[in-house]
């Protein structure tokens, strides 16, 4: 074990990276911006929006079909991205990097594929108590259009899966597992290589969101050896309406494809159509060609620092914040699991969630309050909603300290 003093020497550097960051150098009614909804979405560093704009003033074209120059640039940066994608899961080819709009899309498109063409009347698909609705939503519709039941392993009072519980759910009948890798609600870091080995003895295939787990751990899809990982692309300081579906090439060899159109075939005919190989066979019509290249600049910036790094300040954070959160009175934090990322989820006796967030607002604090796309997991809880505070490795013990002040206004106008 490294000392606390060892591990914060590896920290980044919080007021350098903070530069990179032009949104977090503004202020907001009249106070600097503290910007504590990360698991919601992130802000973008200059490398991103330099992607960005490179792209579409100097090598705007559609990808993959041109053969003149402008379309070679933006095919060769359009691809590099997808190894960019690749070499961060560590997965093993990018023929297994499908290109989405993001999670929810990402889940979507397993559920219709994989899910259609191998669910029968009377299967099982086994999610968690956890999950956020994007991992719910897709597989009811499945669920309720192939006869088949969807299980959810329970979770505990401090908000860990109840493993046991999870394993008595898998049998014969499961034939897909999805779960969250990191909670986006309570910030649960689930076991998941441990799951995805219980749900592979009983044959099942193991989908994970990795919604909220790719901007904070340093994720390994083949030592995970998950059969599909999903995430999005603005989570993890990229531009939004991008992400990434992870899936074993065996897999997506075998899927029927999901949108038709262009670039998904190989040759059509009126008569018939032959598809095109993995990934592409998956990505029909023109993609978000800037939003892959952003993608890849903002892999390259996170990379830069260090996962590493970054959990190091994260966890930082997320031990001084819920140091001084209890030392409020009437907070009550949701989710106290023994593996946590940066997410503080609380509720303050007696005020309204949404009311603090608006009177946060007005000093210039941005939190998340509401159920958090987790409706399932307030009612485990017994709440309607949380005030959320998500961090990122570009906040500071200074604005933790603002929100615990902000909070301290909030009790004072209640009281
Ligand atoms: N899963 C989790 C755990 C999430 O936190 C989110 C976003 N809040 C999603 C899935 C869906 O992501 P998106 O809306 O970017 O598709």
Redesign the pocket.
């Known amino acids: 074990m490294r000392s606390a003093r060892a591990e914060i020497a590896l920290a980044p550097d919080v007021r350098r990276v903070r530069e990179d960051f032009p949104a977090l150098r503004q202020t907001v009614h009249g106070h600097p911006l503290v910007y504590l909804d990360n ?3 992130t802000q973008k560093p200059q490398a991103v929006l330099d992607a960005l704009m490179s792209f579409y003033t100097r090598d705007c074209a559609n990808v993959h079909r041109g053969v003149h120059l402008l379309s070679e640039r933006s095919t060769a940066a359009y691809e590099g991205a997808r190894e960019t994608v690749r070499r961060f899961l560590n997965a093993a080819d990018t023929r297994e990097i499908v290109f989405t ?7 979507n498109l397993v559920a219709q594929t994989y899910g259609r063409a191998n669910l029968r009347a009377g299967d099982e698909i086994l999610i968690s108590g956890l ?2 609705h ?2 719910i939503v897709p597989w009811q519709m499945l669920a309720a259009e192939k006869g088949a039941s969807l299980r959810v392993a329970p979770i505990d009072d401090r908000g860990d899966i109840v493993l046991e519980e999870y394993e008595k759910l898998l049998g014969p009948r499961t034939v897909m597992v999805a779960l ?5 609600a309570l910030g649960t870091i689930n076991p998941v290589r441990r799951m995805i080995e219980m749900a592979h003895r009983v044959g099942a295939v193991a989908l994970i ?1 990795g ?2 787990a790719v901007p904070h751990l340093k994720v390994d899809v083949r030592n995970l050896d998950c059969d599909f990982y ?1 995430f ?1 692309g ?2 993890v300081f990229g531009p ?1 309406g991008i ?1 990434a579906l992870y899936g074993k090439a065996r897999l997506l060899e075998a899927m029927p494809p999901w949108q038709g159109g262009g670039d998904m075939i190989r040759s059509v005919t009126f008569e018939k159509t032959t598809f095109n190989d993995p990934p592409y066979k998956f990505e029909a019509g023109t993609p978000h060609i800037a939003g892959a290249i952003g993608l890849g600049a903002a892999i390259d910036y996170v990379t830069g620092i260090g996962l590493e790094q970054i959990g190091v300040w994260e966890r930082e954070l997320l031990a001084y914040g819920a140091q001084e959160l209890a030392r409020v009175p009437g907070v009550r934090l949701i989710g106290t699991a023994r593996e946590k990322a940066a997410v503080l989820s609380f509720v303050l006796e007696g005020v309204h969630a949404h009311d603090i967030a608006t009177i946060l607002d007005r000093q210039g604090i941005a939190i998340r309050a509401g159920h ?3 409706q399932p997991v307030m009612e485990r809880f017994g709440v309607a909603a949380t005030s959320r505070a998500s961090f990122a490795f570009y906040n500071t013990r200074l604005e933790i300290d603002a929100l615990v002040e902000g909070l301290g206004q909030v009790k004072e106008i209640f009281e």
């Open positions: 698991a919601a979405t709009r993001g999670a929810t899309e990402s889940i999950e956020h994007s991992n969250s890798h990191v909670s986006n969101d919604a909220q999903a999005s603005h989570k939004t992400g958090h796309c987790a």
